[in-house]
């Protein structure tokens, strides 16, 4: 059972930062494809952004091309989500993921594809 708990998340204005983390449990994380996904009130879980297990491969939402940046760090088994230039349209809960078998340097975006989520973080960007 792989455990995620990802943390970082706020209240906030328009126009500012915020870096979402996520832990795993598993030391065999570097193993793992992640992704970010959130979901607004009333609404879908939209995928964000992927990253493959080695870092070598990302991919993002049109939505947060340029402002997001996906990263992991192996030894620390975490995941990042940096997150600039923020828009209210931005809000929702982040969760993370983890997709325990993948292939070659692969990303996955849609939710299906993920083994294990963790409970999520609230971010609210105020205008």
């Known amino acids: 059972q792989v455990q995620l708990v990802e943390s970082g998340g706020g209240l906030l204005q328009a126009g500012g930062s915020l870096r979402l983390s996520c832990a795993a449990s598993e030391r065999t994380f570097s193993s793992y494809a992640m992704g970010w996904f959130r979901q607004a009130p009333g609404k879908e879980r939209d995928f964000v952004a992927a990253?493959?297990?080695?870092?070598?491969?990302?991919y993002y939402a049109d939505s947060v091309k340029g402002r997001f940046t996906i990263s992991r760090d192996n030894a620390k088994n975490t995941l990042y989500l940096q997150m600039n230039s923020l828009k209210p349209e931005d809000t929702a809960v982040y969760y993370c993921a983890a997709k325990l078998k993948s292939y070659s340097d692969s990303v996955y975006f849609r939710t299906y594809e993920y083994d294990y989520w963790g409970q999520g973080t609230q971010v609210t960007v105020s205008s």
């Open positions: 990253i493959s297990w080695s870092g070598g491969s990302t």
